[in-house]
T-cell receptor, first 115, second 114 residues
C-alpha cells in the first residue's frame, strides 16, 4: 500500500490555466506538507497543515491555495499558472508530536510543466 | 541567516568504494540534523537524523553520519557503495528556536561508476 500518494504524476498545461494536485496519506498522520522542487533540485516548503489547520505558509503567491478536507488529504490548487510554476511538487506527511523533528514521508511527486 | 550548505553538486564514485558527502550548517547553536535520499523519480526518504547524544549516527541502508560541532558539519558516509545508492542526497536542518519547519540543502547527486 502506498503511504503517501499524489495525483497526477505528470501535469502539462498552458499558462493561465487553473489546476489541482491531490495528495492522500494512509499513515494516520496529523501533519501534511507541500514542497516545491525546482529544476536545480532545490527543495522548499510551501505549506504545512496540522489537523486541517494551516501552520506554515512560506510567502507563497495567493495563486496557490491548499485545501485540507480531512487530515488524510491535502490538495493544492493553483490559479493562473505561470511559467515559473514549472517544478516538481511533493506532498509529505508526519506525526504531529514533535513537529518538524518528526520523520517526513514523501509522496512520489507531481511533475508540473507550464507551457 | 541560518542555512545548510552542501558544497558538492555532483560526486561519482566506483561501486565498492567508500563515500563521504559533505554538509555544513550555519547557526549559533546545534540544530537538529537530517539526511534524506531521493532516488530517481521518487520522493525523499529519511536516512538518519541527529538530535543529541552520540555524535556518530547510524542510519538505514548502511549509511552513517558524524556530527562535528567544531566544524559545523554533519557528513554522510558509507564504507562501500552499491549501484543502487545512485541518487540525490539532501542534508537538512531544523533550528532549535523554531521547530516548525525543515530547511533543505541544495543536494548532492551521487553517481556510481561500475
Amino acid at each position: 500500500d502506498t503511504a503517501v500518494s499524489q495525483t497526477p504524476k505528470y501535469l502539462v498545461t498552458q499558462m493561465g490555466n487553473d489546476k489541482s494536485i491531490k495528495c492522500e496519506q494512509n499513515l494516520g498522520h496529523d501533519t501534511m506538507y507541500w514542497y516545491k522542487q525546482d529544476s536545480k533540485k532545490f527543495l522548499k516548503i510551501m505549506f504545512s497543515y496540522n489537523n486541517k489547520e494551516l501552520i506554515i505558509n512560506e510567502t507563497v503567491p495567493n495563486r496557490f491555495s491548499p485545501k485540507s478536507p480531512d487530515k488524510a488529504h491535502l490538495n493544492l490548487h493553483i490559479n493562473s499558472l505561470e511559467l515559473g510554476d514549472s517544478a516538481v511538487y511533493f506532498c509529505a506527511s508526519s506525526r504531529q508530536e514533535w513537529g518538524a523533528l518528526e520523520t517526513q514521508y514523501f509522496g512520489p511527486g507531481t511533475r508540473l510543466l507550464v507551457l | 541567516a541560518q542555512s545548510v550548505t552542501q558544497p558538492d553538486i555532483h560526486i561519482t564514485v566506483s561501486e565498492g568504494a567508500s563515500l563521504e558527502l559533505r554538509c555544513n550548517y550555519s547557526y549559533g547553536a546545534t540544530p537538529y540534523l537530517f539526511w534524506y535520499v531521493q532516488s530517481p523519480g521518487q520522493g525523499l526518504q529519511l536516512l538518519l537524523k541527529y538530535f543529541s547524544g552520540d555524535t556518530l549516527v547510524q542510519g538505514i541502508k548502511g549509511f552513517e553520519a558524524e556530527f562535528k560541532r567544531s566544524q559545523s558539519s554533519f557528513n554522510l558516509r558509507k564504507p562501500s557503495v552499491h549501484w543502487s545508492d545512485a541518487a540525490e542526497y539532501f542534508c537538512a536542518v531544523v533550528i532549535h528556536s523554531s521547530a516548525s519547519k525543515i530547511i533543505f540543502g541544495s543536494g548532492t547527486r551521487l553517481s556510481i561508476r561500475p
